[in-house]
């Protein structure tokens, strides 16, 4: 294992975070907000003095050759240290008074969960929320294209696969482009050509730059984060909900699908079997929410119960996170629905987080073949997506990767009720960590946070957003001790 490399593309990012950093520190100095502008210019000198004393030591390192455990190590500590000092700004300007609600702040930033333990959003510094933003529209194209592209423009060679394969335990997709550089430009520019047309929407829609600006990082990165104390139902609009809502689709499906639509390739983009799954459960879980809303007259129109529950559902299954009314106020069957989309989540090769759509649909039809081979023992069965059988090893590994997530699912709730607050909220906060939804049930639900959790609990809801955004087992195998010999 090479340290010295590891730590020394870690300054290149650290270094790159604080330079980002500027945007908002001087939107925080346009609004005359001091307090945050002196907290941001203390978190950019000190990550630049990390940055610098980190090259000096490791200045005779090269990028020849980049092991596949250099990567895990890499992608980890990556999360880690940029989270560390990217929660800096919230300590020194005085949003939190403890560092341990800032970290976990700003990793439900980066790795796209939109958890917070704001209680008054909007009487925040609006360089601090902006920077919040900011965090989510990063993590969600580093999940997408960074640790997959990032090591080779350095130099770096022999992970950059590897490293896709840490993320992905499931079925992934082949390179969009024979190289790895062509194939990271051509996603930022699909990304950001996405974020810049919702925020012309929404500005169609009568807000203001600042609020289509942030609206827009946290709905393509399948984040969450809002300026509003009521999140979208805070601007109580048909038009900006169903823009949200479109784009949170957008953010939620497979980007190299865009990637072959925007080539010319658009029918081999509709033919896509998770694609497919993915809008027909949302279409499915939306049909019979908005039916049963509407015969339980809880809502007595039944465009009303649509456009409630529509959101609801996308919100969820993106694992987004927005809210536009309290769901759990709801009957017990669309709760269920919406427990439902809780374990499902969005596309492979998405912003989303959960256990992917992919995985789910590739489970379900293993469990079907094994019916059938009950009853024809000597048959051969197979699961395809998109016209090719899948392997056993492919097969086997998502099984584990289901395995591994229930169990952390159980340890997780195990710990965190160790606080003392009701079954409910804790096994929900558990779930929307580890899926990086967000918003949950109980006292997280979309009239709650997280500010109700002792702050020890807090570093522990941040291990599980790390762990669910890099896939877990990226995060495990550092904790075996076969790994460090």
Known sequence: ???????????????????????????????????????????????????????????????????????????????ILGTAFSALPLLYSGTFQDYSSCFFEIMSGFTTTGATCLSDIEGCFKGILFWRSMTNWLGGMGIVVLFVAF???????????????????????????????????????????????????????????????????????????????????????????????????????????????FTGKIKNALQDSELKWYLSIILVLTLLGTIYLRLSGYYLNILTAFRYMIFSVVSIITTTGFATTDYCLWPSFPIMLLILTMFIGGCAGSAGGGIKVTRIRTLCLSSYNSIKRRIHPSGIFYVRENGRALDTGTISSIKTFFGVYIISILLGTVVVSLTGIDLETCFSSVILSIG??????????????????????????????????????????????????
Not at 52 to 63: M, Q
Not at 213 to 235: D, E, M, R, W
């Open 1 to 79: 294992m090479h340290i010295k490399k590891v730590f020394r593309l870690l300054a290149f990012i650290i270094f790159f975070i604080s330079s980002l950093m500027l945007i908002p520190m001087f939107i925080s100095l346009f609004l005359g907000e001091i307090k945050a502008v002196l907290g941001f210019l203390i978190s950019i000198l000190s990550m630049c003095g990390f940055s610098l004393i980190v090259f000096l030591l490791t200045r005779k390192e090269d990028y020849n050759y980049f092991s596949q455990r250099d990567a895990f190590l890499f992608t980890t500590l990556t999360w």
């Open 151 to 261: 090591l080779p423009a350095l130099g770096a060679t022999g992970s950059t696969f590897s490293l896709m394969g840490a993320e992905s335990v499931g079925p992934v997709k082949g390179k969009l482009t024979p190289k790895t550089k062509t194939t990271a430009i051509a996603l930022w520019g699909i990304y950001i050509g996405f974020t810049l047309l919702e925020t012309i929407f929404l500005l169609l829609g009568g807000l203001s730059l600042y609020d289509s600006i942030t609206v827009s990082f946290s709905t393509l990165s399948a984040a969450g984060f809002c300026v509003k104390n009521q999140s979208i139902g805070s601007f109580n609009s048909v038009y900006v909900e169903s823009v949200v809502t479109v784009f949170m689709i957008i953010g939620g499906a497979n980007f190299s699908l865009y990637y072959k639509a």
């Open 436 to 485: 990086n939804i967000g918003i949950g049930f109980g006292q997280t639900g979309p009239a709650g946070n997280f500010v109700l959790f002792p702050l020890w609990s807090r570093w522990v809801f941040s291990f599980l957003m790390l762990c669910g955004r890099l896939e877990l087992l990226t995060v495990y195998v550092l904790l075996a001790k076969s790994f460090w010999k």
